[in-house]
């Protein structure tokens, strides 16, 4: 499914979205819309080079060996069932995979993490390590971790310069996560972000 084009301009300074950014682990019940969730994700993986290559987050060797994961609610995105769609960065566009909603179980998951259940959407970083192991050996697993460290970043201001609030949880057994989510099991997890309107 091909997102809405993101935008590239806001109406908050990059200054404003870093001092006002908070973690936060209560959100109410109200619906996304797709061009949010088309910005979240552009914002963590989208392609920002004039050439089609080139990503939102730094990339040790630009070898990009992270994927983003959207785990959708039911009634919690407007034009999107629940489930989890996995988002390709080149043709901005997601795919459905599993064909309900996880978050329960993802929160479970997550050392049973309740409150990240009410976010209506949940972003899951996940690395592959194989794509930059290659270039660079077992050191190419620590920039992995950094570059997690900066796309989690970037969702944080871009919900924050939506109206959005999200939080972010490192805390869960990788094996259920991965089970729960149905991801291949070279993806592994290393963040998942809860976003929504905050209560």
């Known amino acids: 499914m091909r997102l809405p084009d993101p935008q590239h301009d806001g109406n908050v300074s990059l200054e404003r979205a870093i001092r006002m950014r908070r973690t936060i ?3 109410d019940g109200r619906a996304l819309s797709l061009h949010q969730v088309s910005q979240l994700l552009w ?7 004039s050439r ?3 990503r939102a987050a730094p990339s040790a060797g630009a070898l990009y060996p992270m994927d983003v994961y959207a785990v959708v609610g039911a009634g919690c995105v407007e034009g999107l069932d629940p489930g989890v769609y996995h988002y ?11 064909e309900e909603d996880a978050r329960r179980e993802v929160a479970q998951a997550s050392l ?5 259940a009410q976010a209506p959407l949940n972003l899951s970083i996940t690395a592959e390590y194989s794509r930059i192991t290659g ?13 997690a460290g900066h796309i989690g970043q970037n969702i944080f201001l871009q919900a924050q310069a939506m109206g959005l609030a999200a939080g972010i949880v490192g805390s869960f057994d990788d094996e259920k996560l991965t089970r729960v989510m ?11 972000m809860p976003v929504g309107y905050k209560r």
């Open 43 to 49: 914002s963590a993986q989208g392609i920002t080079g």
């Open 25 to 27: 682990r209560s959100f």
């Open 182 to 192: 149905g991801i291949t099991k070279t993806h592994e997890p290393l963040l998942v």
């Open 88 to 98: 390709d960065p080149e043709a901005h566009s997601i795919s459905l995979g599993r």
């Open 112 to 116: 049973s993490q309740t409150w990240m």
């Open 135 to 147: 270039k660079y050996g077992e050191r190419g697993i620590r920039y992995a971790m950094i570059e």
């Open 52 to 54: 089609g290559f080139k």
